[in-house]
């Protein structure tokens, strides 16, 4: 059974240090890059830092759900829609850095990256997904498109972070540990969903039956 | 009360700095060289080269900081992560050190590292080193044509290939411990690639002995070919009939080929070779052909199809 939610004040402060812990990453790649010292290649530093949190902070915003079957807490819930933004924002450093950065708007190289490689294709497809998301993430556009279409458009959430954990898989040469990990938590994430929906089914029955 | 006063040095009798400077440095030398002649080569090897037969190559390029050659690498013995062989490559014991060259030869033998490094005149290439990763580097090597040591060997007719073993071992290179690649680490080059005087067995750079994590105490360049053909950390150089099977041939056979020629026509699989970035710059440049050594290469691949023989 959820537990009573927290009172307002509480919230407050929790979304506040998990919006200044979600900087962090950037803040550390800010002053890395003031002192000069991301190493020997600081253009493929930035690009494996920023990549990195995009696939990080998508797999926290989908660990929320679970979390809160699991623990009764309801606050998770209400840090959902900050972490995806946050991932989007990374996403965006990720893809600006590779277009900026790495081929410095080198057009004719970027599309045929995009069409020919596929860990690139993958990688930019999960991350144009995130768009609709990102732009559908105020209350207003909540409203306007009606809790039950809000939550099945974002539901693509899924397909972002599958897709982000295969661009990362590809890309790599040989060790393949990383990939592995992120690969590992988001089957969990995404089997505890299915495990829920059909445990919840079987459970539900019976208590409605009963209730009638 | 008498203030007292310092003595005062005339300043005729006062040496200028830069004079003391040079007698200082002649000292050193003069010292250093005086000890080299007394201790034994590995002693002195060990602290540097001291004057060497400059290169013909290189001339006009900027040299990779020496910061950048030795904190960013690949190699893999020492784990994935290109900061891994600078932090984690001090456990790699380079002495005792013996080469074993065997296989299709008249004299097979293994020699000291020490004899290695006295087996030929010491020279320094400045070399450009081109990653499949695509990103370069340009790199003072000190070292002297693998062909040297080819020739006191003496081949027989029917060696066609050389390959190259590295150090097995994981208690001093833990990255063995993990399967990534397959152990120990194998390259190899056909015959005449071994002997063209670009191949350089390798002993050093940037005018010391090599570091442990870019292949101590020995290694071959090969500065046509992507980075993973030069092995490090050799331990045996066999001499065979068939074309070897390399490491990276077993862990990628659709993107690692034998030859790895570095070509800007034949893309890796997964990202184009056309462009690279030269460590240290912004923009990216060409990649030449056979990384601007087709002068004194490409003969060796004449009638070849490139694309297939990759």
């Known amino acids: 059974m959820p537990k009573p939610s927290l009172n307002a004040k509480a919230l407050a402060w929790i979304k506040a240090a998990t919006f200044l812990l979600a900087l962090l990453p950037l803040a550390k790649l800010g002053v890395n890059a003031y002192l000069d010292d991301l190493g020997a290649n600081p253009i493929e530093k930035i ?17 929320a759900t679970p979390l809160r079957r699991l623990s009764g807490w309801n606050w998770p819930i209400r840090l959902r829609r900050m972490l995806g933004l946050f991932a989007f924002g990374y996403g965006c450093l990720h893809l600006s850095t590779y277009l900026v950065l790495d081929q410095f708007f080198d057009w004719d190289a970027i599309v045929e990256d995009i069409v020919k490689r596929p860990y690139i294709t993958v990688g930019f497809a999960a991350f144009v997904s995130m ?34 954990v295969v661009h990362y898989w590809w890309l790599v040469k040989k060790d393949l540990s990383n990939p592995i990990a992120f690969a590992s938590v988001l089957a969990v994430l995404l089997g505890a969903r299915i495990a829920y929906r059909l445990g919840g089914a079987i459970i539900r029955r019976p208590a409605t039956t009963r209730s009638t | 009360m008498k203030t007292y006063r310092y003595p005062k040095i005339p300043a005729g009798e006062i ?12 000292m050193q030398t003069a010292g250093g060289a005086a000890l080299a002649a007394l201790l034994p080569p590995p002693l002195w090897a060990a602290g540097g080269f001291g004057e060497l037969k400059k290169s013909e190559f290189g001339a006009g390029e900027e040299l990779t900081p020496l910061k950048s050659v030795t904190g960013y690498n690949n190699f893999y013995e020492f784990g994935t992560g290109k900061d891994d062989p600078a932090a984690r490559a001090g456990s790699l014991k380079t002495r005792p050190w013996s080469i074993a060259v065997e296989g299709a030869v008249k004299k097979p033998k293994t020699f000291d590292i020490d004899q290695i490094l006295t087996m030929a005149p010491l020279e320094e290439r400045i070399y450009r080193l081109r990653c499949v990763e695509a990103w370069s580097m340009v790199i003072p090597w000190i070292g002297f044509p693998l062909a040297e040591l080819v020739k006191r060997a003496e081949p027989t007719g029917n060696a066609k290939y050389v390959e190259f073993v590295s150090l097995h ?10 399967p990534v690649l397959e152990w120990p680490y194998r390259e190899g080059l056909r015959i005449d690639e071994a002997m ?12 010391d002995v090599l570091p442990p994590q870019n292949g101590a105490p020995v290694r071959i360049v090969v500065p046509w070919k992507y980075g993973f ?16 099977t390399t490491s990276w ?6 993107e690692y080929g034998f030859y790895a020629n570095v070509n800007p026509e034949v893309d890796h699989p997964r990202w184009s070779q056309a462009k690279e970035r030269r460590i240290g710059e912004f923009l990216k440049r060409k990649t030449l052909m056979f990384n ?12 070849m199809d490139l694309a297939r023989y990759f």
């Open chain 2, 249 to 254: 041939m077993l862990a990628g056979p659709q």
């Open chain 2, 169 to 178: 071992d994981p208690q001093q290179m833990p990255g063995q411990k993990s």
């Open chain 2, 229 to 244: 053909k030069s092995a490090k950390s050799i331990v045996a150089i066999r001499f065979l009939e068939q074309q070897p």
């Open chain 2, 196 to 207: 063209h005087p670009l191949t350089l067995l390798t002993v050093g750079l940037y005018g």
């Open chain 2, 15 to 26: 040496t200028p700095k830069p004079l003391f400077l040079a007698r200082r440095k002649f």
């Open chain 1, 47 to 63: 690009t494996h830092v920023t990549g990195y949190w995009t696939l990080t902070m998508l797999t926290i915003t989908l660990a």
């Open chain 1, 131 to 164: 768009i609709p998301l990102a732009i559908t993430s105020t209350d207003n556009m909540l409203r306007r498109l009606g809790g039950k279409n809000w939550l099945r458009l974002h539901r693509l959430a899924y397909l972002c972070a599958v897709g982000g």
């Open chain 2, 292 to 303: 601007g050594y087709a002068e004194q290469v490409a003969p060796l691949y004449a009638g």
